[in-house]
């Protein structure tokens, strides 16, 4: 099982373009998750699903948009790149909801906006 | 939620025993203890979870005292591979899809 893929692993962006990240995970999890991990911070969630056609606000969720059309697929979209974006951004999925469904992660995209 | 407390840092010599400690003194009773990792530049890996009882799993040990305020995460045989920041993570019903990873333990394999 490759588990969480993310795609690409590095991006620059010039200030106001748009660009999707990809993720896409094989363990037919429910839920799926966007973080965004600043240095020296923890994990700010941005957007969650919990299944094919639902999504909800994280913390973190403007500047940022998601689909969920399929279980496997969660892309997040970035419609006007900000310096705020700056960030290393982590998908996640678990099988269920709660605490006791441990989340599994993607190695990550780190973007920048200049 | 708990905090948690780590050592900075740790040493541990390749083949040995890694033994992480933890301390979560305010746990509550519905909280589980979760142990993942980060490798420079990769995403976190999850190692195991537990809410009373010891866990085993393929990477790893998991004791809890019986207070819950603290635990520890055993690598039994260290290799260059395990150096990477270890965190434990308290995780709850109010929780929600936090996920505050703090400091953690920098783990640095010795050959």
């Known amino acids: 099982n490759a588990g969480v893929t993310q795609t690409p692993k590095f991006r620059i962006l010039k200030i106001g373009q748009s660009m999707t990240l990809q993720c896409t995970q094989d363990m037919n999890h429910n839920y799926m998750y966007w973080y965004r991990q600043d240095p020296g911070m923890g994990l700010k969630l941005i957007y969650y699903s919990v299944g094919a056609g639902i999504t909800d606000k994280g913390e973190v969720p403007n500047g940022y948009n998601v689909s969920r059309s399929t279980t496997e697929d969660f892309p997040l979209r970035l419609e006007l790149a900000a310096p705020s974006q700056t960030s290393v951004y982590f998908c996640?999925?678990?099988?269920?909801?709660?605490?006791?469904?441990?989340?599994?992660f993607g190695n990550g995209t780190r973007l920048t906006v200049t | 939620d708990a905090k948690t407390t780590q050592p900075p840092s740790m040493d541990c010599a390749e083949g040995r025993a890694a033994n992480l400690p933890c301390n979560h003194s305010t746990i509550s009773g519905n909280e589980y203890v979760y142990w993942y990792r980060q490798i420079h530049s990769q995403g976190p890996q999850y190692i195991i979870h537990?809410?009373?009882n010891n866990e085993t799993n393929e990477m790893a040990s998991l004791i809890i005292t019986e207070d819950r305020k603290s635990s520890t995460l055993i690598l039994p045989h260290a290799t260059l591979r395990d150096t990477a920041v270890y965190y434990c993570i308290v995780r709850g019903p109010n929780t929600g899809n936090q996920f505050y990873f703090g400091t953690g333990t920098s783990l640095t394999v010795i050959p």
């Open positions: 537990g809410l009373k």
């Open positions: 996640a999925s678990s099988r269920q909801g709660g605490s006791n469904s441990p989340l599994h």
